[in-house]
């Protein structure tokens, strides 16, 4: 015998109430037979074409209720087989003739993994104008339906290393608590022709299937590089051309925003820069903003830390957040710990200024 929720999404997935929203995407991940258990083994389903079977489900559930998590029966090739709504979008809405249905294959859904983060807006300390853009973003996000054509729908990131634009990321889709799709632009550029376009056409496919949702490309001038540059990183013409192609909302991605984040906005290349219509610029912190990293940070070291955080805060001028935590707290932390001692202080820190100093002004290669 199955489930008892089985038996019941069974019976009531057809509406049978008043008017309700169209569902613009239902996504289905195929379960097998749960009414007999393991009397039968369960087929592999494989769609080989992505419309017939779109038509095919349209034509049996039109009218049919979904809600995320509950299940659709096929009724025609294979009886009582099921499947298992992983996205409606709106939720509690009623498939149409309209209706974008598609059949995620577990592998498939898995390849981009949706980033969970505790992150709040509150704890990216500074960058206030960048989060004072970002409202508009979580406006969007709320209520897609209401923006439509004026949508933030493609937006930069840039800064310096570490100033936080990834962070920020994570916090504005935990705090609206959406999916965030995050991937190095690096890993969209596949091993032979083809590859790339696809993987990028899966990305914002997932995304779609999870709207409201977030794709974050960072490192976005590793596929982006003006054409004079493209030759160093090999041919990306098919990635960019592809990522060109969903950034322009051919086919209408409500709901998604994408983000891209560089260090060197001024090495992309037109085309691609064009297509962000708002930019967003990431600011080294300053003294005050220093000092409250400091604080932060030095409450969750694991030895005491004597030493004066104004003066710490005035010597760090020009690190980036990340800079402060890796490069100088926890290398301070490191020699204290390697010389046997019981707290960090002044001596291990600029110790720590010293080598991040010596760092940075050494030469740098091209090919890194």
């Known amino acids: 015998m199955a489930p008892d929720s089985y038996i019941i999404e069974k019976k009531t997935s057809q509406n049978k109430g008043g008017p309700q929203k169209e569902a613009k995407v239902v996504a289905l991940e195929s379960i097998g037979y749960p009414f007999l258990c393991n009397l039968v083994e369960n087929p592999k389903i494989e769609i080989f074409d992505k419309e017939l079977f779109e038509l095919y489900a349209r034509e049996q559930w039109e009218g049919y209720t979904v809600n995320e998590g509950s299940f659709l029966f096929d009724q025609k090739l294979l009886p009582d087989f099921a499947f298992k ?65 004026w949508a933030p729908r493609n937006v930069l990131f840039h800064g310096k290393p570490g ?27 596949g091993e032979h022709v083809g590859d790339g376009a696809r993987q990028i056409h899966e990305l914002f496919e997932a995304a779609s299937q999870s709207a409201p949702s977030v794709i974050f490309i960072d490192e976005m001038d590793a596929i982006g590089l003006d054409r004079k540059y493209q030759s160093l990183r090999g041919d990306v013409s098919e990635v960019v051309n592809a990522l060109l192609t969903e950034m322009d909302g051919i086919d209408q991605n409500y709901g998604v925003v994408t983000i891209g984040a560089t260090n060197n906005p001024y090495l992309l290349d037109f085309a691609v820069r064009s297509r962000f219509e708002e930019e967003i610029e990431f600011e080294i912190p300053d003294k005050e903003q220093r000092q409250i990293m400091l604080e932060n940070y030095i409450k969750t070291m694991p030895l005491k830390v004597d030493v004066n955080i104004e003066r710490l805060a005035n010597a760090s001028k020009g690190m980036s957040g990340r800079d402060i935590k890796e490069r100088l707290l926890k290398t301070a932390l490191h020699k204290a710990i390697s010389d046997d001692k019981d707290a960090v202080t002044w001596e291990q820190m600029e110790y720590a200024l010293k080598l991040h100093k010596n760092e940075k002004n050494e030469p740098k290669h091209m090919f890194a």
């Open 85 to 149: 709504i992983i996205k409606a979008h709106p939720n509690n809405s009623q498939i149409t003739a309209n209706t974008s249905i598609v059949l995620i294959e577990n592998e498939e859904a898995n390849k981009f993994k949706k980033i969970e983060s505790e992150l709040k807006m509150d704890d990216v300390v500074g960058q206030e104008r960048a989060k004072t853009k970002c409202k508009i973003i979580m406006k969007y996000l709320q209520d897609p339906e209401k923006f439509k054509e």
């Open 163 to 189: 100033t936080g634009k990834t962070m920020l990321a994570k916090s504005l889709t935990n705090e609206l608590n959406v999916p965030l799709f995050l991937v190095k632009a690096t890993r969209l550029i």
